[in-house]
């Protein structure tokens, strides 16, 4: 795996919709495999955190964030991922660690992709359905260039802040050891329960969703 550099770091205040606010160490990269535009960002006493790791104590809180316009941004209720994205900022700057901001919008397929299968849902597709009909892989996410990010940072272990065990097998594969997998909370509206039943049932996130009464 070719070897990714760091290129530029700054100081971000982010403040989100509800009021909670902190500072990020955003930063970029050369060298990463795909050529993507991803981030990372540090958040709260994150080199403190990857000394402490260094020097065989508990691993960095990371979570691997794919992009996500409609949810991130607009508040999207289709999906579970803009509620994911605010915990897990307050949840890794309370230990200190890392968050991928990953360019790969609809499970790699892209906005207007996914769009596209938007509409197929509406027509009765459940998510990963609609991906295939469209010529697609259900998820075509690559978690490569997340690990030299991670690795040009010098977190070559993690505890990994996600529900998704693609994550942490790829990740594995390319040379991050995950100590320790911690998932994410249940945000769940009257939009997105067939999409959080479906990734639970079909992907084995470990999505705990209430019983039907």
């Known amino acids: 795996m070719l070897k990714a550099t760091v290129r530029q770091q700054v100081t971000v205040p982010l403040r989100f919709g509800d009021g909670y606010a902190t500072p990020a160490r955003v930063m970029t990269f ?13 958040l709260g006493d994150w080199q403190r955190a990857l000394k402490k790791s260094t020097a065989g104590g508990r691993a960095p809180l990371v979570r691997p964030h794919s992009e996500c316009l409609t949810g991130d941004v607009f508040g999207s209720q289709r999906c579970d991922c803009g509620p994911q994205l605010r915990e897990a900022v307050e949840r890794i700057a309370e230990q200190g660690g890392i968050l991928l901001y990953l360019r ?30 469209l010529g697609r892989g259900e998820d075509e996410r690559d978690y490569t260039a997340a690990a030299q990010m991670l ?11 996600s529900n998704n065990p693609d994550k942490a097998i790829q990740l594995e594969k390319s040379g991050i050891e995950v100590t320790q997998r911690i998932p994410t909370g249940v945000h769940m509206s009257p939009t997105n329960v067939r999409y959080l039943a479906t990734k639970a049932s ?4 470990t999505i705990e969703l209430p019983l039907a009464e």
Do not use: S
Request: net charge negative; charged share 25%.
């Open 151 to 161: 690795l040009a940072l010098g977190a070559d272990r993690i505890r990994l802040l």
């Open 202 to 205: 079909h992907t084995a996130h």
């Open 104 to 133: 790969q919008e609809g499970r790699g397929i892209g906005l207007y992709a996914k769009l596209d299968a938007y509409a197929l849902q509406d027509a009765g597709l459940d998510t990963y359905e609609a991906n295939v009909a």
């Open 30 to 42: 050369d060298g990463l495999v795909d050529g993507k535009e991803h981030l990372a960002l540090g």
